[in-house]
C-alpha cells in the first residue's frame, strides 16, 4: 500500500502562486508514476499532469501547459506541483495519486491505485 498526504491548498487571487505537495509512505517502491488530478464543483475528475517516476518523463493536460510543473524531490518521496498565474477555473480539489501501470497514460485515473484524501484551491477573479 502507499499512503499519500497532500498539502499547499488555498486561495489565491487569479493570477498568482501555488505549490501543491504530495508526501507519500508505505510501498513506494511500485509508485512506477504519480500524478496530479483535480475536481471542480460538477465536473469529473481531471488529469493535471503526470510523471515517471525514474526516467521523469512528464506530460500535462492542455490547459495547464506553460503554467504548472509537476516534479519530485531527489529521494521520490515527495511530489510537487507548481501552479502560476492560476485562472477561476483552476478551482478544485487536488488529489496526488501513484500507480504502476503508467503505460495507461500518465494523466487517466485508471493509471493509479493509490489517491490521497485532496487539497482544495479555490481562485478568486
Known amino acids: 500500500q502507499v499512503q499519500l498526504v497532500e498539502s499547499g491548498g488555498g486561495s489565491v487571487q487569479a493570477g498568482g502562486s501555488l505549490r501543491l505537495s504530495c508526501t507519500s509512505s508505505?510501498?513506494?517502491?511500485?509508485?512506477?508514476?504519480m500524478g496530479w488530478f483535480r475536481q471542480g464543483p460538477g465536473k469529473e475528475r481531471e488529469g493535471v499532469a503526470g510523471v515517471v517516476t525514474e526516467s521523469g518523463i512528464t506530460t500535462y493536460t492542455d490547459s495547464v501547459k506553460g503554467r504548472f510543473t509537476i516534479s519530485q524531490d531527489s529521494a521520490k518521496t515527495t511530489l510537487y506541483l507548481q501552479m502560476n498565474n492560476l485562472k477561476p477555473e483552476d478551482t478544485a480539489m487536488y488529489y496526488c495519486a501513484a500507480g504502476k501501470n503508467c503505460w495507461r497514460g500518465l494523466t487517466a485515473p485508471m493509471t493509479y491505485e493509490h489517491w490521497g484524501q485532496g487539497t482544495q484551491v479555490t481562485v478568486s477573479s
Open positions: 508505505g510501498d513506494t517502491y511500485s509508485a512506477y508514476c
